[in-house]
């Protein structure tokens, strides 16, 4: 009787695992467990926690849900990608970060905490939201060991109305960042958009109907004009995706992109200056047939694919 199983006795950058899909630990990818990150490229850490969302609740649970859609497509390298990621790079699933610490800001430090214990083993990071607010304790912590970060963003929203004091609010992340120094506007694009916000805080943005009208390799080159070599984050919320192809989170907005469109952009960024990455905002209890928790997965996959090749070009 064999005791295989990926997520407890695999090693890191053995490539994709071809293991029945319907059992086994819940791992993203079936990755292994680990909070060793000696010699670890990538560590994909989950953050439960949904208490800056304005509507729909839910997203907490947002990462349990990618790595469970994820292990129906983990049994091969992403198409149409020549590398296998988990090959190329040494990659743990490093569980959840656990909040005992209360709410409000205490979270944002507490998060803040635990990705730079990460990043100070020069480890990067791939999130798992919940909800969008986790991009901020995020990028504070990239900022201290990067500096000023150019940001590409992925969503319906701008997120960059006004804080309220030291308040919490999904929408406001970006808004502190870039007021903080944390984020360059300037050299910083956001995708997707299609709701109103008038002060752009000089993002740049590239609405929805944008990428409905001109091609992939159109807002590729804008993205790569626009960040150039800088340390760069990606963030992507999943309502960034139609409702058709992402129902399951808290803040749906109809005219959105297709996961086709917002895939092939994503291939097209490779040898960009990729420091970190998130994927946030799928709130399971809105989804049909774990359609947005697989879009989040695929996503999820596609970021360390783009991640290893960046790697690759500037090694």
């Not at 953050?47 to 049994?75: E, F, H, K, Y």
């Not at 214990?117 to 901020?136: C, K, M, V």
């Not at 994927?279 to 879009?295: F, G, I, N, R, S």
């Amino acid at each position: 009787m064999s005791s295989w199983d990926n997520a407890f006795t695999g090693k890191p950058g053995t490539g994709a695992v071809n293991s029945h899909s319907f059992g086994g630990a819940v791992s993203f990818f079936r990755t292994p467990f680990g909070r060793d990150l000696s010699d670890i490229d990538v560590a994909v850490m989950g953050i439960p926690l949904d208490i800056a969302v304005t509507n729909r609740s839910g997203a907490r649970l947002g990462p349990r849900a990618i790595r469970n859609a994820s292990m129906s497509l983990a049994w091969e390298r992403p198409w149409p990608w020549q590398t296998d990621p988990l090959q190329a790079l040494k990659v743990v699933d490093y569980g959840d970060c656990e909040n005992n610490e209360g709410g409000g800001l205490l979270s944002v430090k507490h998060i803040e905490t635990w990705v730079s214990q990460i990043l100070e083993t020069d480890t990067a990071t791939l999130l798992l939201g919940g909800d969008h607010f986790i991009s901020y304790p995020s990028l504070c912590a990239h900022y201290k060991k990067h500096g000023p970060i150019a940001l590409i963003h992925f969503d319906a929203h701008t997120d960059t109305w006004p804080s309220s004091g030291n308040g919490i609010n999904h929408g406001t992340m970006f808004y502190r960042a870039a007021k903080e120094g944390i984020v360059l506007p300037e050299h910083s694009v956001q995708i997707g958009i299609r709701t109103t916000n008038d002060d752009t805080l000089g993002y740049d943005i590239v609405s929805a109907t944008q990428v409905h009208e001109q091609s992939a390799a159109a807002i590729v080159k804008r993205i790569r004009e626009r960040v150039g070599d800088r340390p760069t984050y990606i963030t992507f919320d999943i309502d960034c995706l139609d409702p058709a192809f992402a129902p399951g989170t808290g803040t749906p907005v109809p005219g959105g992109l297709s996961s086709f469109q917002a895939l092939n952009i994503i291939r097209g960024l490779s040898g960009i200056n990729l420091i970190g990455m998130d994927v946030v905002e799928v709130a399971p209890a809105y989804d049909h047939a774990e359609l947005t928790a697989l879009a989040g997965a695929q996503i999820g996959i596609e970021l360390l694919a783009l991640y290893a090749e960046c790697q690759a070009a500037r090694s």
